[in-house]
């Protein structure tokens, strides 16, 4: 345990020094979130205070909805740039023959994009409710375990994202995927004004949960007790896709070195 604990601070250590040498990409990266969070206030005036899908402003209904499937979408595509980079360069196959085992070194490899993904969507939410006076009643406990659950499932669809470019090298195609079903997920309007199939189909996306219950957790300060329902989903998802995800990457990662195609790109 200590040894990966210390492979985890050693590159966050070395990306945050590299990141703090290269300002320019940071502000860069600010400007946008700012920019994204502007653009979502003035929607929202746009549309009028009338509309106040489950019951709240629309302004922060947006701004967490989109900050949180943005972190999503965003982390996916991290795990899958390490696996790219890795293949590209012709590093893929001598890490994985490393005594670092192959999901380790995969989440490792990604870590510090993961982590930046995350800092992102703090800044994004912060900055909404600071500029824009977004009105939030957060419950702490409630806010930190959705996050945590979310943390999971993110990291789960990350490896899912790299084990579908070792198996057919169309990662990206699952990305866009993801990116596509911003609507299943209450991201800018509740599911509940969807087509009750659409609506269905709904409530089998983990992302539906994830942002409902931030939503409950910081901006109407809902006790995690009742979030029950909600808190159990994203659990039970957690707990599925993340051992089928790092177990399915594991496989995938046997048959190419067995069929040689594990530098393929």
Known sequence: MKAITDKLFAILRRDAL???????????????????????????????PGFRPDGVEFFPFLLVGTGLYTFFVMSAQAFLSAIQEAQQTGTLEVLMSTSTPPAQLLILSAISAFAGNLVNLVVYVLAGGAIFRAPMHANALSCAIVLALSVVIAVACGVIAATVQLVMQRGS?????????????????????????????????????????????????????????????????????LPTALGGFSLSLRHARQAGTLSLY
């Open 18 to 48: 590299t990141a703090v040498r290269h300002r320019a990409g940071f502000l860069m990266t600010l400007a946008g979130v700012l920019i994204e969070v502007t653009a979502f206030y003035y929607l929202s005036r746009a549309v009028g």
């Open 173 to 241: 195609a699952l990305i866009w995927l993801l990116g596509s079903m911003w609507f299943l997920s209450g991201t800018m309007f509740p599911v509940d004004s969807l087509p009750r199939p659409l609506a269905v189909l709904a409530r089998g996306v983990p992302f539906t949960y994830a942002i409902d219950g931030m939503r409950g957790a910081l901006l109407e300060g809902r006790p995690i007790t009742a979030m029950g329902p909600t808190v159990a989903a994203l659990a039970v998802f957690a707990l599925v896709l």
